[in-house]
């Protein structure tokens, strides 16, 4: 008898749709026509490489000929075409990578050795890196300041470059630059060397 009532009761409770009521259950109208089942898939061809500037048109008959013209050449000439087409456009000479203070273990060979009294005949230096070793917490600010003033970075940039330190801050300068940066950094709190 008990579990008639109870069973009763359980059925006797409103269902959710009439607690929330007509306004909460909504038909789903898709805004989209549906695809035609008949239809066939498009196929698309992929090309063989992935280029992230899209596709290029064809090239002229002109550059087709020159490339051809260019792999008629001899080897000799070829080479020749480079360094050529780079002082005809002008474009930048490429900077040498010194290897100084560099071990090049095996890699040196038969020279490797005899490479010690040449290192002492080299050159003096001409261009010089300035590194921010430490600066003082108080004079943060002036330091930024002073990094702002010798190289083209926002406040931003600038921050995060001396909060790294020890940090490069300008490459390649020459001597009176470097003692001038490290002089007016030295003003400012901070401590810089000349590398």
């Known amino acids: 008898m008990n579990l008639v009532r109870l069973v009763k009761a359980v059925c006797a409770r409103p269902s959710i749709r009439e607690i929330m009521g007509p306004l909460q259950v909504l038909a789903f109208q898709h805004d989209f026509v549906p695809r035609d089942p008949n239809a066939k898939s498009k ?56 290897d100084e ?19 002492e005949e080299k050159k003096e230096k001409t261009a010089f890196d300035v590194k921010l070793e430490k600066f003082d917490a108080a004079a943060k600010i002036k330091v930024i300041k002073e990094v702002r003033a ?17 940090v490069i801050l300008k490459q390649g300068i020459t001597k009176d630059e470097a003692n001038d940066i490290m002089e007016k950094i030295k003003a400012a709190g901070g401590v810089a060397v000349m590398e």
Do not use: C
């Open 43 to 98: 196929r698309f061809k992929y090309p063989q490489v992935y280029d992230p500037y899209g596709p290029r048109p064809p090239p002229s008959d002109k550059v087709v000929e020159l490339a051809e013209r260019i792999a008629a050449l001899p080897p000799e000439e070829r080479r020749q075409i480079g360094p050529t087409l780079t002082e005809r456009l002008r474009h930048p000479k490429m900077q040498v990578i010194a």
């Open 101 to 119: 203070g560099m071990d090049l273990g095996a890699q040196g060979g038969a020279g490797a050795g005899a490479g010690a009294p040449k290192a």
């Open 150 to 166: 010798f190289t083209n970075l926002g406040l931003k940039e600038a921050k995060e470059l001396v909060e790294k330190a020890p």
